[in-house]
Structure formats: structure tokens, C-alpha cells
T-cell receptor, first 116, second 112 residues
Framework: GAVVSQHPSRVICKSGTSVKIECRSL??????MFWYRQFPKKSLMLMAT?????????EQGVEKDKFLINHASLTLSTLTVTSAHPEDSSFYIC????????????FGPGTRLTVT | EDQVTQSPEALRLQEGESSSLNCSYT??????LFWYRQDPGKGPEFLFT???AGEEKEKERLKATLTKKESFLHITAPKPEDSATYLC?????????????FGQGTTLQVKP
């Protein structure tokens, strides 16, 4: 149980284009989903927290107009990197938190974004 | 400020050589402390949640313990397949979103 998927696993795009990454909780309903960014040999950096049906809460320094987050259902959240630039190249990971009293977060396998 | 510090940054062990990873934390009320394993190019895999001082949890060769200031991940007789980065994270009781604060991780290499 507690499986989270991400799609795509890898994506290469040209500078100036937009890329959408999907995060799905496969066997549970996620009231809250989180988006992280991870640089090589570094820990996870929280970008934003999203709750189903409401606007995402962004961490300080994260541009909300550049990283659009939509949490349209209890099993799906999307991250859209708009007008991507090479410095946006990174490993993006989502996590999902089941509803109720559970405190655990379950992570997706990550998406490697390369902007050329 | 809530903070998590892991040590050592890297650890090399021979197969069968037991050791411990440390996670020190400062948080304004602990809701939970979490251990994850991350393999290169993959997302973190959940291992344990600890909620209160004195609590211990075990899974195969791994055992996690918790005090009021730190947590240890004990690895008994490790095998090469235990090689990975181990991440520790805390959730503050004050958080109403479930936000996790991560340490920098300990990269473990187990040589045969």
C-alpha cells in the first residue's frame, strides 16, 4: 500500500517551454501533497504544499507564477514549470499524505527535468 | 528555528560491520520523526515513524530509536544492498500542513 506515482520519470525540454509533471496517489486518498526539488548530493527542498481544492502554499523564495501547482482531486496533483530555463533543471519529487490521523508522507519516484 | 542535523555525512562499512547513523533535531514540539531510504535517482522510501522518546522500531537489519534530542538508525550486519542515502525528517507539532524538515542525509556504502 501507500504507492505514489509520478509521470513522466524523465523529460527534456527546450528553454522557454512549459512542462507538466503529474503526481498520483494510487491506493489512498491524499488530502495534502507536497512538491520538492532536489539538487545533486543535496537533501530535499520543499517548494510548496497543496491541499485538494485549494490554492497551494509556496515556500519562501519559490516563484508561484513559475511553478504552478494544481491539486484537482484527492489522488492527483500537478506541477507545471512555466517558461523553463536551464537553471530549472533538477530532480522534482512529490509526496502525498493520507487523510485522517496518519502523519506519514509517501514519496513518488521523482522526475528528472533537463532544460536545454 | 526548527532544524535537523545528520551525521556522519558519509559512512563506509564492510559487509557485516554494524554501525549507527545519528539524527539530531531541534523542534518546537515534535509530532513525529521519520526515517527514509533514498537510492540514487529515486524518491525516498519510507522506513519508520517515531513519535515519543524511548520508542524503538525495527525492520530487518534496521532499528530506529528516539530520545528528546536525537534519533539513531542502527544497522546490524549490513549487506551491500543496504547502500543508500538515509534521510531523517521531523514534523513539528505546530505544523498544520504536515510539512517535513529534512536533514542533509547520510550516504552509506557497504562493501562486500
Amino acid at each position: 500500500g501507500a504507492v505514489v506515482s509520478q509521470h513522466p520519470s524523465r523529460v527534456i525540454c527546450k528553454s522557454g517551454t512549459s512542462v507538466k509533471i503529474e503526481c498520483r496517489s494510487l491506493d489512498f486518498q491524499a488530502t495534502t501533497m507536497f512538491w520538492y526539488r532536489q539538487f545533486p548530493k543535496k537533501s530535499l527542498m520543499l517548494m510548496a504544499t497543496s491541499n485538494e481544492g485549494s490554492k497551494a502554499t509556496y515556500e519562501q523564495g519559490v516563484e508561484k507564477d513559475k511553478f504552478l501547482i494544481n491539486h484537482a482531486s484527492l489522488t492527483l496533483s500537478t506541477l507545471t514549470v512555466t517558461s523553463a530555463h536551464p537553471e530549472d533543471s533538477s530532480f522534482y519529487i512529490c509526496s502525498a499524505k493520507p487523510g485522517g490521523s496518519s502523519y506519514e508522507q509517501y514519496f513518488g519516484p521523482g522526475t528528472r527535468l533537463t532544460v536545454t | 528555528e526548527d532544524q535537523v542535523t545528520q551525521s556522519p555525512e558519509a559512512l563506509r562499512l564492510q559487509e557485516g560491520e554494524s554501525s549507527s547513523l545519528n539524527c539530531s533535531y531541534t523542534v518546537s514540539g515534535l509530532r513525529g520523526l521519520f526515517w527514509y531510504r533514498q537510492d540514487p535517482g529515486k524518491g525516498p522510501e519510507f522506513l519508520f515513524t517515531l513519535y515519543s522518546a524511548g520508542e524503538e522500531k525495527e525492520k530487518e537489519r534496521l532499528k530506529a530509536t528516539l530520545t528528546k534530542k536525537e534519533s539513531f538508525l542502527h544497522i546490524t550486519a549490513p549487506k551491500p544492498e543496504d547502500s543508500a542515502t538515509y534521510l531523517c525528517a521531523v514534523q513539528a507539532a505546530s505544523s498544520n500542513t504536515g510539512k517535513l524538515i529534512f536533514g542533509q542525509g547520510t550516504t552509506l556504502q557497504v562493501k562486500p
